[in-house]
């Protein structure tokens, strides 16, 4: 539930705070941050944006590639990690609330679901296929559930199958407009420019309103819509909410961060992002993209990127023999700063951003309406 309440700030203005909860897990600043891999949402960014009265959120692809073992024991790596950076995500944050991403379309998306059960995540949001089974991985457990959509559509067709076999309900729902970054739940003919001044985010969130309120009445609760994708401004967080949701989700901003896990050379490329430099992109997990067009992108587009193996097995629609490059081996590269083999997802509007700031003054910029 969204309440609200005028407060004088240090210059004589007013702003106003909102607060909401999912189920009992309260925050006091409407902000989710997107779980961003591989490797730039971990413990630092996730735990400060908790400790700052948002909800900070791991990403879980690979989240052990700069562990020692990693190479000869992948999956124990990435256990290990999920653990570690949970437990230091926590300490960071004071102990607050904190959720972690999984891709539907990892093949180890069910182990890590049980991973993250084991550990205590606090709330588990699933996206990039539809969680179809997320409830019963998830039954009995205390970890909260979130299934990532992009219409009013997918909306109702997730939660009439999760109510019509487990009588469950979202603890809230995320709704990723087309201007996200990252892995895009739309097919490349609504990506055009005409299709996207049509689907504006706030315009997609009464639809997916109404498929969600017969299911508050159901469980007798709030179900909360997060909704995220090209928000930037102060301006854009408002329109959002005001349009209806209890809060919003952001990614790119949150990389242009000191606190966020990514190399310096990462963060900056969002800094020098232009917006013609902003593309849609074909991931190899079979899904459109929105990514910082460099030379590594060049050669995948010229055919010169094709891998010789399959080196991790991560996604479950990848076939590295018709795969047009390794995503793994390529934002492993790009969390690094190694834009020769790699690249950085963004979204639409990541070339309003100027300049690296902290977690702290990005919250409060973004709510300084």
Request: net charge neutral.
């Amino acid at each position: 539930m969204i309440t609200s309440k005028c407060k004088t700030n240090c210059r004589g203005g007013f702003f106003l705070k909102y607060q909401f909860n999912i189920g009992d897990l309260e925050f006091s600043k409407p902000i989710v941050q997107g779980g961003m891999g591989i490797g730039i949402s971990l413990s630092s960014l996730a735990g400060n944006v908790s400790k700052n009265g948002g909800l900070g959120v791991l990403s879980s692809v690979e989240m052990g590639c700069d562990y020692p073992n990693y190479k000869t024991n992948r999956l124990l790596a990435n256990r290990q990690a999920l653990e570690d950076h949970f437990k230091r995500a926590k300490a960071i944050s004071g102990n607050r609330p904190i959720g972690l991403n999984i891709m539907v379309a990892l093949t180890q998306y069910e182990q890590i679901v049980k991973d993250a059960i084991e550990v205590g995540v606090d709330i588990i949001f699933a996206g990039a296929g539809l969680p179809l089974t997320l409830p019963e991985l998830t039954r009995n457990s205390a970890t909260k559930i979130a299934p990532i959509i992009s219409s009013k559509r997918v909306a109702k067709l997730l939660l009439k199958h999760w109510w019509r076999h487990y009588k469950v309900a979202p603890d809230a729902i995320v709704l990723e407009g087309p201007l996200a970054g990252g892995h895009l739940g739309f097919k490349l003919e609504d990506l055009t420019p005409e299709r996207l001044l049509e689907q504006s985010l706030p315009g997609l969130i009464p639809g997916v309103l109404e498929e969600i309120k017969p299911y508050e009445d159901l469980v007798g609760r709030k179900i909360p819509l997060i909704a995220g994708g090209g928000i930037t401004t102060a301006a854009d967080v408002r329109a959002t909410l005001e349009a209806g949701a209890s809060a919003v989700q952001i990614g790119s901003r949150f990389v242009a961060t000191e606190e966020c896990d990514a190399a310096l050379a990462f963060k900056e490329a969002m800094v020098n992002a232009q917006k013609s430099d902003i593309e849609i992109i074909v991931s190899p997990a079979g899904l459109p993209g929105r990514a910082i067009h460099n030379h590594f992108l060049e050669e995948v587009s010229a055919g010169l990127r094709k891998p010789k193996n399959c080196p991790f097995n991560c996604i479950k629609s990848c076939d590295y023999k018709t795969s047009p490059y390794c995503i793994g081996l390529a934002l492993m590269a790009g969390k690094c700063g190694d834009f020769e083999n790699g690249y950085v997802f963004s979204g639409a509007n990541a070339y309003k951003i100027t300049e690296i700031t902290t977690v702290a003054a990005l919250m409060n910029e973004l709510l300084d309406f």
